[in-house]
């Protein structure tokens, strides 16, 4: 009761009526849910511009070639900007999902000691209507649009759980994004941005050791944590290094595996025979550890003569990846550009962030 002690001595002529019919809880749970409610929002807002930035990255690697991976085995090529749009997507269910949860937030409003305005209704003389209408009141100078109907000396903690449920949620998506880069880091196709204080492994200086990535930051509070979580996020999107070269060279030692298929297309158009093309593109490169030289081995077979000058354009990255590079630009026009155009002004503001590690 010293806030109100105090407010009584700045203001004596209210002194008699501060908190008159009012609990610690009128005061302590309405603050904790404006508390969440703007939670949400600085949460929202950063939210936001990491989709931005990680938008950014998909439209600039929109048609790269890469190798995708099932259970982390080389499988199909697809793009680099393709691959971004999977952890946009996930962020965008997270804004929805966070979106969701502020938006269903209520007041605990005027409801006295335990719920029943008891209080309340004594100092109206049994006027109920004036009791509903101060709750009323009270909820929409605080902004909300509504009220709980039925709350005891507390707000149902329920609410809680409601609201941090989705910042769990995105935490997960965190993880998934933060171990996907950790991946590509150690195949040396990708790496987080290197700050400029930061230094890499204190005994082997050519290891650049992913820092933001790997970071476990404990939880004092979920919205602090989803806080930094998103700073962190959004350091890495603005600076992710992508190098295409060492990506080649992996798609290199790949790609005539899955090559195979194509060439012994070609070759049935050419006139040969599907189960013979077959057997003379076998090869036991995996079993006996050599360098895959299938593509090689093809040129010098006098079999596959007739599609020699089509090995090229059989190869080529850029026809492995199917629909990909429409699929970034449909994805960002479709549902990233509506995020960008309802947020601009937070956008427009954002800075750049500088993790010290």
């Known amino acids: ?68 991976f099932t259970h982390f085995q080389p499988a199909q090529l ?19 999902n966070i979106k969701r949860a502020r938006d269903d937030i209520g007041f605990r409003g005027v409801k006295g000691t335990t719920g029943t305005q008891a209080s309340f209704l004594t100092l109206f003389d049994g006027d109920h209507a004036k009791v509903k209408a101060l709750d009323k009141r009270v909820t929409e100078l605080m902004g909300f649009a509504y009220a709980y109907p039925v709350t005891s000396q507390t707000y149902s903690r329920k609410v809680d759980i409601d609201v941090l449920a989705p910042l769990a949620s995105f935490g997960a998506t965190a993880h998934k994004i933060a171990t996907d880069i950790r991946l590509l880091a150690n195949l040396k196709e990708m790496e987080e941005p290197f700050e400029k204080d930061q230094i890499g492994s204190s005994a082997m200086a050519y290891k650049r050791n992913p820092m933001s990535a790997n970071r476990r930051v404990t939880i004092p509070e979920a919205f ?33 595996f899955m090559a195979t298929e194509n060439v012994i297309m070609a070759m049935v158009k050419a006139g040969g025979d599907r189960q013979q093309a077959h057997e003379e593109a076998s090869a036991v490169v995996k079993q006996e550890g050599k360098p895959n030289d299938l593509i090689s081995r093809i040129k010098a077979t006098a079999y596959f003569k007739p599609i020699h000058d ?21 994805f960002i026009q479709e549902c990233v550009t509506p995020i960008r155009e309802a947020y601009k002004e937070q956008l427009h503001s954002a800075k750049q962030v500088e993790l010290n590690v």
């Open 78 to 96: 697809t793009t680099v900007g393709k691959r971004c749009t999977l952890w946009i997507q996930e962020l965008l269910w997270d804004l929805r």
């Open 1 to 68: 009761m010293a806030h109100v002690h105090t407010f009584g001595v700045v203001a004596p002529s209210a002194a008699a009526i501060i908190h008159l019919g009012a609990t610690s809880c009128y005061v302590t749970d309405n603050a904790d849910l404006i508390f969440l409610r703007e939670g949400c929002n600085i949460l929202i807002n950063k939210l936001v511009v990491v989709i931005d930035r990680l938008a950014r990255f998909a439209e600039e690697y929109r048609a790269l070639p890469t190798l995708g």
């Open 310 to 330: 089509q090995l090229d354009a059989l190869l080529d990255p850029a026809t492995f990846v199917g629909r990909a590079p429409e699929q970034v630009d449909e």
């Open 224 to 256: 602090l944590t989803a806080d930094i979580v998103l700073s962190t996020l959004q350091n890495i999107s603005e600076g992710l290094v992508v190098y295409p070269k060492v990506i080649a060279r992996r798609i290199s030692e790949e790609l005539p």
